[in-house]
């Protein structure tokens, strides 16, 4: 079902793309823009990894200084039939992780010291099996993608802008008066961008509900991830780490203090209701 809505997501924010282009840059101006977010979210797809590790200031570790957390994920990826990933550490004290990557056969996982310090055996297993879930499921390129699509809707509006300073909404292609095409190019742009960031923090609440899913199945016991969960998310909201707000939907849990914003701006689904769908797999 997660992975149904998330296609249903991207197929909104396309045709909200192909909406907005309309309205704002016409043929060459959509055509402009994504070329531009392409070519960005080429680069960040194949190099976030890196970015990603290096803004966290994340160490990578061999079996010899941390063999627990690496017989945790061996075992992890034996049972979900995947390659075994880089393990990284990052010196926060606030308990998290996170999962990066283009593909199972290039994949990251990182932990927080906080997180080796706080969760027991278990709990651990359950937040790594999360992160591999990410893995598995190839979250990294789905992010990418509506990353496109909302980063070329961005780049119409501000395109749209530029226009209607120089007054490219004056007449249209054919000469005649578009005044409706200037306002619709008007609500565009301001709607068209509000809009695609809700969709791509929809995608992120519903890949990080699937994820949830397939760690559980991976680890073999949800009340462990749902515990661990619930710890994380008190810790966070005590003492929030200091990170990228680009990479805060990276984190198995908000690492930000944004308790205060509603759930339609949360690149992360409410924690009850995590825990709750949690509960009621290991019921089934």
Same mark, same amino acid.
């Given at each position: 079902?997660?992975?149904?809505?998330?296609?249903?997501?991207? $197929?909104?924010?396309? $045709?909200?793309?192909?909406?907005?282009?309309?309205?704002?840059?016409?043929?060459?101006?959509?055509?402009?823009?994504?070329?531009?977010?392409? !070519?960005?979210?080429?680069?960040?797809?194949?190099?976030?990894?890196?970015?990603?590790?290096?803004?966290?200031?994340?160490?990578?570790?061999?079996?010899?200084?941390?063999?627990?957390?690496?017989? =945790?994920?061996?075992?992890?990826?034996?049972?979900?039939?995947?390659? *075994?990933?880089?393990?990284?550490?990052?010196?926060?004290?606030?308990?998290?992780?996170?999962?990066?990557?283009?593909?199972?056969?290039?994949?990251?996982?990182?932990?927080?010291? !906080?997180?080796?310090?706080?969760?027991?055996?278990? &709990?651990?297993? +359950?937040?790594?099996?999360? &992160?591999?879930?990410?893995?598995?499921?190839?979250?990294?390129?789905?992010?990418? =993608?509506? $990353?496109? *699509?909302?980063?070329?809707?961005?780049?119409?509006?501000?395109?749209?802008?530029?226009?209607?300073?120089? !007054?490219?909404?004056?007449?249209?292609?054919?000469?005649?008066?578009?005044?409706?095409?200037?306002?619709?190019?008007?609500?565009? *742009?301001?709607?068209?961008? =509000?809009?695609?960031?809700?969709?791509?923090?929809?995608?992120?609440?519903?890949? &990080?509900?699937?994820?949830?899913?397939? +760690?559980?199945?991976?680890?073999?016991?949800? @009340?462990?991830?749902?515990?661990?969960?619930?710890?994380?998310?008190?810790?966070?909201?005590?003492?929030?780490?200091?990170?990228?707000?680009?990479?805060?939907?990276?984190?198995?849990?908000?690492?930000?203090?944004? +308790?205060?914003?509603?759930?339609?701006?949360?690149?992360?689904?409410?924690?009850?209701? @995590?825990?709750? @769908?949690?509960? $009621?797999?290991?019921?089934?």
């Amino acid at each position: 079902m997660n992975t149904i809505k998330s296609f249903i997501l991207l $197929a909104g924010l396309t $045709a909200l793309f192909m909406v907005a282009g309309q309205a704002l840059g016409g043929r060459q101006g959509m055509t402009l823009a994504l070329i531009m977010a392409l !070519g960005m979210n080429f680069f960040a797809y194949w190099f976030s990894d890196r970015m990603a590790l290096a803004m966290s200031r994340a160490r990578e570790v061999s079996p010899q200084q941390a063999p627990e957390l690496y017989r =945790i994920v061996e075992r992890l990826c034996g049972n979900a039939g995947l390659p *075994m990933p880089r393990i990284y550490i990052t010196p926060q004290q606030t308990p998290n992780a996170f999962a990066t990557g283009r593909s199972p056969q290039h994949a990251a996982v990182a932990v927080t010291e !906080g997180l080796l310090r706080t969760l027991n055996h278990d &709990e651990l297993a +359950g937040v790594l099996a999360h &992160e591999l879930g990410h893995v598995k499921n190839r979250d990294i390129l789905i992010s990418s =993608i509506a $990353a496109v *699509m909302a980063g070329a809707i961005s780049y119409l509006a501000t395109m749209a802008q530029w226009a209607m300073i120089f !007054g490219g909404f004056g007449r249209s292609s054919e000469g005649e008066d578009s005044a409706g095409g200037a306002l619709g190019a008007v609500l565009m *742009m301001f709607v068209a961008p =509000i809009s695609a960031a809700l969709i791509q923090m929809a995608i992120s609440r519903s890949r &990080e509900f699937q994820a949830d899913a397939t +760690g559980a199945a991976i680890c073999g016991k949800p @009340r462990s991830l749902a515990n661990a969960l619930q710890q994380l998310e008190n810790y966070n909201r005590r003492l929030p780490m200091t990170v990228n707000p680009a990479t805060a939907q990276m984190y198995i849990v908000n690492p930000l203090a944004g +308790g205060s914003l509603t759930s339609l701006f949360s690149t992360h689904p409410p924690i009850e209701e @995590r825990i709750r @769908r949690l509960l $009621a797999l290991e019921q089934k």
